[in-house]
């Protein structure tokens, strides 16, 4: 091996050194070149190893991010269905809402009309509005009475100015038309609006949206009846609300209404408890608010055992509850979107989003085929009209 050190090379045009001076270059002996021939194709497979890597391992996340992002932007057929599924319209229904509008209020109809069904022992007389100056002993929990919520009912009240039934509400001396607006998808494309501005009270649901759904659902609200965790979280939702009736479901609902009321905000610990986060302010005045009489879910759970195919204690949603609440108020009842179709999974369940029907299948908490049943029976009954015509 002949080793050269300190050697400069000049190129001939620019005099740069094409080699850095005190460099040192090995000339390599055979048996040194061909071992470091061997070490040079060591290193290009091992090169070309990782580039195979890296290529593999590029394509596997190209696939993994195609698998979820391309069907968001490319829909299955199923999916594709789904979105273009619309519930059948019955003009007839339509014309019959204007028909029922155009003509005088019958007193005393849903009363009249619900005689021949067997719960309706059950369905009348029913405390609306939790008063202190009617004092009932709660045999029942919540959401069915009050039993060991006394205290935290009391502070409640004690907040509230007009606790019971607002003169506008109360029987003597006129006629009312009531609708109770679900939240059901079938509502989605019916263009109801404009009819159910025109009903004397208007019940509607948690925080079912008005805004922006007015053509289909109108923009009134008279009654909304929630639980502190569905409160609509918008105040635009209030800005044609009359009232806000509280639907109790454990102790911690009316602390929630009192905070609300003298906007004193509960404690953090306290709001650990709720199972999804509240409002800390509702823009009404405390005049505007309400208790529910855990009388009406009681009797509404009694009406819906004669449906169940399951004897129990049962829990209706609040929509079943309203109606029943209806029935107490006015002497006509309409209904709109109400009736799960769980014979079409793909329909929309709500008319402001587009959650399927399927989903429903998920819920343990309420008899929705109970519910339908005894709607349906309220309807063939001529004790309320369905104005979507899905029951």
């Given at each position: ?18 080699l ?6 090995v000339?390599l ?16 497979e ?5 580039r ?27 999916v ?10 019955d ?12 003509g ?25 509005f ?11 929990s ?9 205290e ?21 001396g006129?006629c ?8 059901g ?7 109801l ?5 025109q009903y ?13 759904f ?12 929630i ?9 635009n ?7 806000v ?11 929630w ?22 409002v800390?302010e ?20 009694q009406?819906?055992q004669?449906?169940a ?5 049962m829990v ?10 209806a ?17 079409h ?13 399927e ?33």
């Amino acid at each position: 091996m002949v080793t050269l050190n300190h050697l400069s090379v000049k190129d001939p045009d620019d005099g740069s050194a094409l080699l850095p001076e005190g460099a040192e270059v090995v000339i390599l002996s055979p048996v040194s070149r061909r071992q470091n021939v061997k070490a040079k194709a060591d290193s290009k497979e091992f090169f070309i190893s990782r580039r195979l890597n890296f290529a593999f391992s590029l394509m596997l996340l190209i696939g993994s991010y195609s698998a979820i992002l391309i069907p968001a932007y490319f829909p299955l057929d199923t999916v594709a269905v789904a979105s273009n599924y619309q519930y059948p319209k019955d003009r007839g229904l339509f014309n019959r809402s204007a028909s029922l509008l155009s003509g005088p209020c019958q007193p005393r109809w849903c009363v009249n009309h619900l005689k021949p069904l067997s719960c309706s022992a059950s369905l009348l007389d029913v405390p609306v509005f939790v008063q202190p100056e009617r004092p009932v002993p709660w045999d029942l929990s919540p959401p069915q009475g009050l039993q060991g919520s006394e205290e935290h009912l009391a502070l409640a009240l004690a907040s509230l100015p007009q606790p019971g039934l607002p003169p506008s509400l109360k029987t003597e001396g006129s006629c009312r038309r009531c609708v109770v607006v679900g939240s059901g998808g079938v509502l989605h494309g019916s263009h109801l609006g404009s009819h159910i501005d025109q009903y004397d009270i208007i019940i509607r649901l948690n925080n079912a949206p008005v805004p922006g759904f007015e053509r289909d659902a109108g923009s009134r609200t008279t009654i909304r009846l929630i639980y502190p965790e569905g409160a609509p979280r918008s105040a635009n939702e209030y800005k044609q609300t009359s009232m806000v009736a509280l639907v109790v479901f454990k102790s911690l609902d009316l602390d929630w209404l009192t905070s609300i009321i003298t906007k004193q905000p509960l404690s953090f610990w306290s709001k650990m408890w709720f199972w999804r986060e509240v409002v800390d302010e509702i823009p009404l005045r405390p005049e505007n608010f309400r208790i529910l009489h855990p009388e009406i879910i009681h009797k509404t759970g009694q009406a819906l055992q004669e449906y169940a195919a399951k004897q129990g204690n049962m829990v209706p949603t609040i929509g079943a509850s309203a109606v029943v609440m209806a029935l107490q108020l006015c002497d006509q009842v309409s209904l709109a979107g109400f009736g799960y179709d769980m014979q079409h999974p793909e329909a929309r369940l709500h008319y402001y989003e587009s959650i399927r029907m399927e989903s429903m299948k998920a819920q343990v908490v309420h008899d929705v085929s109970a519910e339908k049943l005894f709607l349906r029976d309220l309807v063939s009954a001529g004790a309320v009209t369905d104005l979507t015509g899905a029951l």
